[in-house]
């Protein structure tokens, strides 16, 4: 096998994208904390207490992030699975294979992989120090709330792919060509 075929196998592999995004997620982790101890090490006392965040909050953002995101990757992910399974008995074994080729189902899960990965590592370094953070929490927000739409648009993606019009209309342009 060519380096070219296998470049095209691992990039069209359902793990490349969730991959993708896990390193991401640990090079956001970095430049996320670097962040915050180099400005709270410059300019901590210019900085409004608002901004800041303690360790406790800090650890409790993660640590309700970390339980949130696995659940919510477990059940939709479970529950679709179930679903599909059910198609793929009724109408056609590539219904599953099909979903998750998806595009859209590898970005969720990867979007997913991404806050799941960030929140748990963050949780790790967050320590027993008791110095406030500043960055790290507002990102965590701004991650949470990108998963929660991600969600939100993986349960119309599931929905649009499971109507049975579209499902028989993706088998049939499939078997055409």
Request: include cysteine; glycine fraction near 4%; proline fraction near 3%.
């Amino acid at each position: 096998m060519n380096k070219g075929k296998i470049w095209i196998n691992v990039r069209d592999s359902f793990w490349f994208l969730p991959a993708i995004y896990s390193m991401l997620s640990l090079l956001a982790v970095a430049v996320i904390s670097l962040m915050d101890q180099w400005v709270l090490s410059a300019i901590k006392n210019d900085i409004p207490s608002i901004f800041l965040t303690e360790k406790s909050v800090t650890q409790t953002i993660y640590g309700s992030m970390v339980t949130a995101i696995l659940t919510m990757t477990t059940i939709s992910f479970s529950t679709i699975m179930v679903v599909l399974s059910t198609y793929s008995t009724q109408f056609s074994p590539r219904t599953l294979q099909d979903f998750m080729k998806s595009r859209v189902t590898q970005h969720v899960l990867g979007v997913f992989s991404f806050g799941f990965i960030f929140s748990l590592v963050n949780l790790f370094l967050v320590g027993k120090d008791p110095s406030s953070e500043l960055f790290s929490p507002f990102f965590a927000i701004v991650v949470s709330i990108i998963c929660l739409a991600f969600f939100l648009l993986f349960i119309h993606h599931s929905s649009r792919f499971l109507k049975v019009n579209n499902l028989i209309g993706s088998i049939r342009s499939d078997t055409s060509n």
